[in-house]
């Protein structure tokens, strides 16, 4: 206690000087093999897990009570769809095995390219300083390892940064440190999709390119870490950039009530290699 | 209350903290103006426990934070550390049984500990965070309304522990 009240400023002083070497390394090329990390990861991964649980049945429970609200009326068109809905499925069960009839004539393969892994949002960054990350509940005992991209039914999500053996940590596209390589969907044009915290935005198209408000992004998968071809977003505004183009892109995926992902087991080693 | 026994339960809340943080009280749930428990704990261990183990409980409350807001490198860690350390070293000398006098420790830390960061972003300008020094202030004045009561809180079921 002495020796911190002699030094206090010296002391603070060394720590600030440590702090910025430490910040120094490149945060895209750090080593996320870190142990202690992956212990705190699982250490909250129960707890996180419990809140999530309780909060989720909360938000069911006040749901299911607006719904009974509306159940009558709710009960009745329901009926009429249940009606709708088995003519279809029993019209789908045809097409489907005409389908795998005609899969079979063409000898087509029904495999995806990938495997997938669902995984629930189980929690967020606690600071406001890096607040785009958010933490799934599978990790490494499912196969999650880093860098494999996340995504939802309706686009990319971002890519995980960090595997414990419970739980993984996603970078959002929307942080600061994300970035994807993409495409405009309908030109081809090329560029680098960043975070700017509340959006993305697309960096580095060239200034012959055609691009206009509302055309949809897609990645190119030449960053080695997303599948060609996933939508990313929508471009919502255009300017000048140097001797470049920038357009402000608005993520597909509603990124602020995320609540279930899918995470894409492309290692990065398989990007290399199939890429 | 034995040492061990006070270090391990202390340990128990700080995971509790972190594990509100991160889920009811995220930023990213419930917006930027959101009170910073874990480092209004912080201010708690510099004001009440003993220095070896609260020294080592700060350094694991920033740990963590770094953990859970993408892995950092250390940035929280050795901030609230020197927050923990300035607090530590001055509490003698300010009457914190009073709220205003409180409140401002409370301000003044949430204010040091980002400015920390804060400049360091400055420095690596090309790290990409953004953070704007109305941020700090906004932050500064939730933990001092959130934590002067949850402070005094804390510390009669300290007080009750420590008989």
């Not at chain 1, 429970?61 to 009974?68: F, M, Q, S």
């Not at chain 1, 019209?91 to 393969?109: G, M, P, T, V």
């Not at chain 1, 495409?183 to 580095?204: D, P």
């Not at chain 2, 490198?73 to 049984?97: E, Q």
Request: one cysteine or more.
């Amino acid at each position: 206690m002495g020796f911190f009240k002699r030094r206090t400023i010296l002391i603070v002083l060394v720590l600030f000087f440590i702090a910025i070497q430490l910040f120094s390394l490149d945060l895209r090329e750090r080593n996320s093999q870190n142990p202690v990390s992956k212990l705190v990861l699982n250490i909250t991964y129960y707890p996180q897990m419990a809140v999530s649980g309780v909060t989720d049945k909360a938000v069911s429970a006040w749901r299911d009570y607006i719904d009974l609200m509306h159940v009558n009326e709710e009960n009745k068109r329901l009926r009429e769809e249940l009606l709708a809905l088995r003519q279809e499925k029993f019209e789908s069960a045809e097409i489907k095995a005409q389908n795998a009839r005609l899969k079979k004539l063409l000898d087509f393969k029904d495999v995806s390219l990938y495997p997938v892994v669902s995984a629930n949002v189980i929690g967020a960054s606690p600071s406001i300083l890096r607040s785009q990350v958010v933490i799934v509940d599978k990790g490494a005992a499912d196969g999650i390892t880093e860098g494999m991209p996340v995504a939802s039914y309706n686009g990319i999500v971002g890519r995980i940064l960090l595997a414990s053996d419970k739980s993984s940590e996603v970078l959002l596209i929307t942080d600061p440190v994300s970035a994807v390589d993409a495409y405009i969907h309908r030109t081809r044009a090329r560029g680098i999709v960043k975070g700017v915290g509340s959006g993305c935005v697309m960096e580095y198209i060239e200034n012959k390119s055609d691009v206009s408000v509302g055309d949809k992004v897609i990645s190119s998968g030449k960053d080695g870490f997303f599948p060609k071809g996933v939508i990313i977003g929508t471009v919502t505004d255009i300017s000048p950039s140097g001797s470049f183009i920038s357009a402000g892109v608005s993520p597909h995926v509603d990124l602020n009530s995320l609540e279930e992902v899918v995470i894409i087991q492309k290692s990065v080693n398989n990007v290399v290699l199939n890429e | 209350m034995n040492k061990t026994v006070t270090f391990v339960s202390l340990l128990l809340v700080s995971v509790l903290i972190i594990t509100v943080q991160s889920t009811l009280l995220s930023p990213r749930n419930a917006g930027h103006l959101i009170p910073d428990l874990n480092l209004i704990f912080i201010v708690f261990l510099a004001v009440y426990s003993e220095t070896r183990g609260g020294f080592l409980l700060a350094a694991g409350n920033g740990y963590m934070m770094d953990v859970l807001s993408g892995n950092l490198p250390g940035t929280f860690t050795i901030s609230r550390l020197s927050a923990y350390i300035l607090v530590r070293t001055s509490s003698n000398h300010v009457y914190l049984k009073k709220a205003l006098v409180l409140g401002l420790v409370i301000f003044l830390s949430t204010i040091f500990t980002w400015t920390f960061i804060l400049t360091i972003i400055r420095i690596k300008s090309d790290a990409g965070f953004q953070l704007s020094f109305g941020d700090i202030i906004l932050q500064g004045l939730v933990n001092s309304v959130v934590g002067v009561p949850l402070f005094w809180a804390a510390g009669r079921i300290h007080a009750r522990f420590q008989k």
